[in-house]
Nanobody
Framework: QVQLVESGGGLVQAGGSLRLSCAAS????????MAWFRQAPGKQRELVAS???????DYPDSGKGRFTISRDNAKNTVYLQMDSLEPEDTAVYYC?????????WGQGTQVTVSS
């Protein structure tokens, strides 16, 4: 099983920035897609950004123009650079990774954006 360890969450004022990191327990070239999801209390988990093994990124909605996902395949690490944060971005952010066989989730890291 791939273990994902997240870091970088915290409390930030509106308009500020955070950089989330998620590292796999070991370098594994079988990892295909990586992504960041978030979930606010009482709400469904939603996709924030995803990136393929080739580096193709997708931002479905709220992160467009403010968030940047990137990955370092040599380190099996995915990052989420979050700029111009808004209170609506407050949520637990979860790292995701998949292989041809399985899906994996990080433990989640809290991001709180104050007004």
């Amino acid at each position: 099983q791939v273990q994902l360890v997240e870091s970088g969450g915290g409390l930030v004022q509106a308009g500020g920035s955070l950089r989330l990191s998620c590292a796999a327990s070991r370098r594994d070239f079988s990892i295909n897609n990586m992504a960041w999801f978030r979930q606010a209390p009482g709400k469904q988990r939603e996709l924030v950004a995803s990136i393929t093994s080739r580096g193709s990124a997708d931002y479905p909605d709220s992160g467009k123009g403010r968030f940047t996902i990137s990955r370092d395949n040599a380190k099996n690490t995915v990052y989420l650079q979050m700029d111009s944060l808004e209170p609506e971005d407050t949520a637990v952010y979860y790292c995701y990774a998949d292989t041809s066989r399985s899906q994996y989730w990080g433990q989640g890291t809290q991001v709180t954006v104050s007004s």
